[in-house]
């Protein structure tokens, strides 16, 4: 079974969560969203936090549960 993305509907977390209703992912500052993925198994997880104001690089925060901040941006773009 696969982890739940929250913001992207799919036939298998609608099948575990019936009635779940899923939008884009969260704004939870203005012009960035957050993505979070749960692993099925409860033992980890993947964060993204993502500009969504810069449009030609992506810049993007990453984590995951062993704790380490990534920070990523489209291919020939620097960080």
Not at 18 to 47: A, C, K, M
Not at 61 to 77: F, K, M
Request: hydrophobic share 35%; glycine share 12%; with cysteine.
């Amino acid at each position: 079974m696969r982890g739940l993305i929250f913001g992207q509907p799919d036939t298998v977390t609608r099948h575990i969560l019936p009635g779940t209703q899923f939008n884009e992912p969260p704004e939870i500052l203005p012009g960035w969203n957050l993505r979070l993925n749960v692993h099925s198994d409860g033992q980890g997880y993947d964060l993204l936090l993502r500009d969504m104001t810069d449009e030609k690089c992506g810049y993007a925060v990453l984590t995951d549960e062993n704790g380490v901040i990534r920070q990523s941006r489209a291919i020939g773009c620097e960080i």
